[in-house]
């Protein structure tokens, strides 16, 4: 066999990985049609299926390589992946902080992927990287940052935080000899991700100081003060302070313009997460709440919470662009051709720690324009007065709860009459589960289990909430029914534990 006829039987085998027109129809309209009856179907499907035995089912594709139906692929997406478990982008997930899956980010999706447009840098993909800066420049302009600020779209809130402590650590010019005396201060509320960035950014050595809180778990601005005033005292750096514009936990928002203040007296570097809270900036009412962001240093706002986007986005915005530069560009011989196009602007890949990119920014952008910002601003109001009206209405179901909300996370309890109340609530969050309609989910606050309800996912709306009531409502009565199905069994670690409960 020849050279040529060699690589062109190769090439026979390999364009079935480029289907024409008929067959790209017939693909999609298998995933087309799969998409259409999951959204028509959602609202009678449970958010949470607890069996996740399905899973296994997977395994069985595996056996052989071999080409396969489309329907059989998109059964065993469904059956395996799609069921088990959380359903994400159900009106019902009520847990943890809810994310989202807008209908034109998919599409978004596929078009990136379709084109497959390179992210990274300017050079080769100048129109994918201008949107991108475009969606930072709007979202600088949201968070209130001057002219100066730059960001990077990242996959999530972790690497982007990840983003800004690399580039604090650069700003500082802390180098690993200085880690044992570098301090970074923070409620103990704050999101582990910023912990975990720390470590991963090699500063797993740095001090940390739990700062105190108030009773509302926000940041006490004078304790920081204190703690950073003795740390001078005894010859130790000061460094970063990280608040929190919404805990994950309870959506408390730390008083960002006085720790603001600090912050600069200090001369400490100041981030802000804004991964739940952030895009509540976009109601002109909520601004005066998350006054003091636009004099952080940097900032983390997730759209992949509270801009509804399926996963995959997160965004990191800091507020002078040489801070970002000096810590992530890289220079490298093989791409010598692209630097010159460097004029028109730096590349995502000078301010990040990816290279090649998805092409998140059409994500972002292509909902933003087809709906404009008015549904967003809709949604997130809707998600305030659903959190509210929920409080008052579990309270007056009988339940314990948490003080109103800043954001749109509730927490609750159910005190029994008698017996253990962290067992009950503990059983209570089981049984809502079982149940399937909604996912709760729960929290310890002052070594009390709550149950939370944190209303973001934009499918969520006031019957939603109403049948979470209900549920609720139907888990409590029948666990009064029968205590002995939550009497506390204590174990060794001190947990409560519900005999019998599937976890
Ligand atoms: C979700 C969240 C994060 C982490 O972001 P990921 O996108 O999950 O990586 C950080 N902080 C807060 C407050 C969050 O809600």
């Known amino acids: 066999m020849t050279l040529r006829?060699?690589?062109?039987?190769?090439?026979?085998?390999?364009?079935?990985?480029?289907?024409?027109?008929?067959?790209?129809?017939?693909?999609?309209?298998?995933?087309?049609?799969?998409?259409?009856?999951?959204?028509?179907?959602?609202?009678?499907?449970?958010?949470?299926?607890?069996?996740?035995?399905?899973?296994?089912?997977?395994?069985?594709?595996?056996?052989?390589?071999?080409?396969?139906?489309?329907?059989?692929?998109?059964?065993?997406?469904?059956?395996?992946?799609?069921?088990?478990?959380?359903?994400?982008?159900?009106?019902?997930?009520?847990?943890?902080?809810?994310?989202g899956g807008i209908y034109a980010s998919s599409l978004a999706d596929y078009l990136a992927a379709v084109t497959n447009e390179y992210a990274g840098v300017r050079f080769a993909g100048p129109g994918a990287v201008e949107m991108e800066d475009l969606i930072l420049d709007w979202m600088a302009k949201l968070v209130g940052f001057p002219e100066t600020a730059d960001g990077n779209l990242a996959s999530g809130g972790s690497i982007a935080s990840l983003i800004a402590v690399v580039a604090a650590r650069e700003a500082a010019g802390l180098r690993a000899r200085d880690f044992e005396r570098a301090v970074v201060y923070a409620s103990p509320h704050i999101h582990q991700c910023l912990h975990k960035a720390l470590r991963v950014a090699g500063m797993g050595e740095t001090v940390r100081r739990d700062v105190a809180v108030d009773r509302g778990r926000r940041l006490c601005p004078r304790s920081l003060a204190e703690v950073v005033a003795a740390d001078r005292a005894r010859g130790l750096k000061p460094w970063l302070v990280l608040a929190s514009a919404g805990t994950a936990d309870?959506?408390?928002?730390?008083?960002?313009?006085?720790?603001?203040?600090?912050?600069?007296?200090?001369?400490?570097?100041?981030?802000?997460?804004?991964?739940?809270?952030?895009?509540f900036a976009m109601l002109p009412e909520f601004r005066p709440v998350l006054a003091g962001m636009e004099r952080a240093d940097s900032v983390v706002l997730?759209?992949?919470?509270?801009?509804?986007?399926?996963?995959?986005?997160?965004?990191?915005?800091?507020?002078?662009?040489?801070?970002?530069?000096?810590?992530?560009?890289?220079?490298?011989?093989?791409?010598?051709?692209?630097?010159?196009?460097?004029a028109g602007g730096r590349s995502p890949a000078a301010v990040s720690p990816e290279l090649t990119k998805h092409f998140r920014a059409l994500r972002v952008w292509l909902p933003l324009l087809l709906h404009g910002e008015e549904p967003f601003r809709a949604c997130l109001r809707e998600k305030l007065e659903l959190a509210k009206y929920f409080h008052r209405e579990v309270e007056a179901l009988g339940f314990e709860v948490g003080p109103e909300p800043e954001l749109s996370v509730v927490t609750y309890r159910w005190v029994p009459e008698s017996g253990d109340a962290n067992a009950f609530n503990q059983a209570l969050v089981e049984e809502t589960h079982r149940d399937g309609r909604v996912f709760l989910s729960s929290t310890t606050i002052d070594g009390r289990f709550v149950l939370r309800m944190a209303a973001l996912a934009f499918r969520t709306h006031l019957d939603t909430i109403d049948l979470a009531l209900e549920v609720l409502r139907g888990a409590v009565a029948r666990l009064e029914a029968e205590p002995e199905r939550w009497r506390a069994v204590a174990r060794a670690d001190g947990v409560a534990h519900a005999p019998g409960a599937r976890t």
């Open 302 to 342: 997730d759209p992949h919470k509270g801009m509804f986007l399926p996963y995959g986005t997160g965004a990191v915005l800091v507020r002078h662009r040489d801070a970002l530069q000096d810590a992530h560009a890289y220079y490298a011989s093989y791409m010598q051709d692209t630097v010159e196009a460097e």
């Open 250 to 279: 309870t959506g408390a928002v730390d008083p960002l313009a006085q720790i603001a203040d600090i912050a600069h007296r200090e001369g400490l570097w100041y981030h802000v997460d804004a991964a739940y809270g952030g895009f």
């Open 5 to 99: 006829s060699r690589i062109l039987e190769l090439e026979r085998e390999s364009r079935s990985l480029d289907p024409d027109a008929a067959e790209r129809d017939r693909l999609l309209s298998a995933a087309h049609a799969y998409a259409q009856q999951y959204l028509d179907k959602l609202p009678e499907t449970p958010a949470y299926n607890c069996d996740k035995s399905a899973v296994l089912a997977l395994r069985d594709l595996a056996a052989g390589p071999g080409p396969r139906p489309m329907d059989q692929l998109i059964e065993r997406i469904d059956g395996s992946v799609v069921r088990p478990g959380l359903l994400p982008s159900h009106a019902g997930h009520l847990a943890y902080i809810p994310g």
